[in-house]
């Protein structure tokens, strides 16, 4: 399935000179699906994440950090290192308080990011 990264870089600052560019985009689409996936489950395995996060939250989580900067445009640049202190104990494996609501997936991730074209 093809698929464009420039209308996921649409309004995204800096972007400019990578927008419609997709070579370095394929590469690194496929190649980091496999490495969230042995990263997440070596961080899984060793019991210090979640079982219930998978590499589909990645992306979400990238959004998450960058919505806090452009919430405090001109006042904290900086918040997203805060978000990023409080964010792993949401991460943190915890037997007794599972996630009760699933993932997105990776095909609704793509959706969403733009990164698939339809047929």
Same mark, same amino acid.
């Given at each position: 399935?093809?698929?464009?990264?420039?209308?996921?870089?649409?309004?995204?600052?800096? =972007?400019?000179? *990578?927008?419609?560019?997709?070579?370095?985009?394929?590469?690194?689409?496929?190649?980091?699906?496999?490495?969230?996936?042995?990263? *997440?489950?070596?961080?899984?395995? =060793?019991?210090?994440?979640?079982?219930?996060?998978?590499? =589909?939250? *990645?992306?979400?989580?990238?959004?998450?950090?960058?919505?806090?900067?452009?919430? #405090?445009?001109?006042?904290?640049?900086? *918040?997203?290192?805060?978000?990023?202190?409080?964010?792993?104990?949401?991460?943190?494996?915890?037997?007794?308080?599972?996630? #009760? #609501?699933?993932?997105?997936?990776?095909? #609704?991730?793509?959706?969403?990011?733009?990164?698939?074209?339809?047929?």
């Amino acid at each position: 399935m093809a698929w464009d990264a420039s209308p996921a870089l649409v309004g995204v600052p800096g =972007s400019g000179e *990578i927008a419609g560019v997709s070579g370095p985009f394929e590469a690194a689409r496929g190649g980091m699906p496999p490495f969230l996936e042995a990263l *997440i489950q070596r961080a899984q395995e =060793s019991g210090r994440l979640r079982p219930e996060v998978t590499p =589909s939250d *990645i992306p979400v989580i990238q959004h998450m950090l960058s919505a806090a900067t452009r919430f #405090t445009p001109g006042k904290r640049p900086d *918040i997203w290192r805060r978000c990023l202190e409080i964010l792993p104990e949401g991460l943190r494996h915890r037997p007794d308080n599972p996630a #009760t #609501t699933p993932s997105l997936g990776n095909e #609704t991730v793509e959706q969403v990011m733009g990164l698939v074209v339809p047929e």
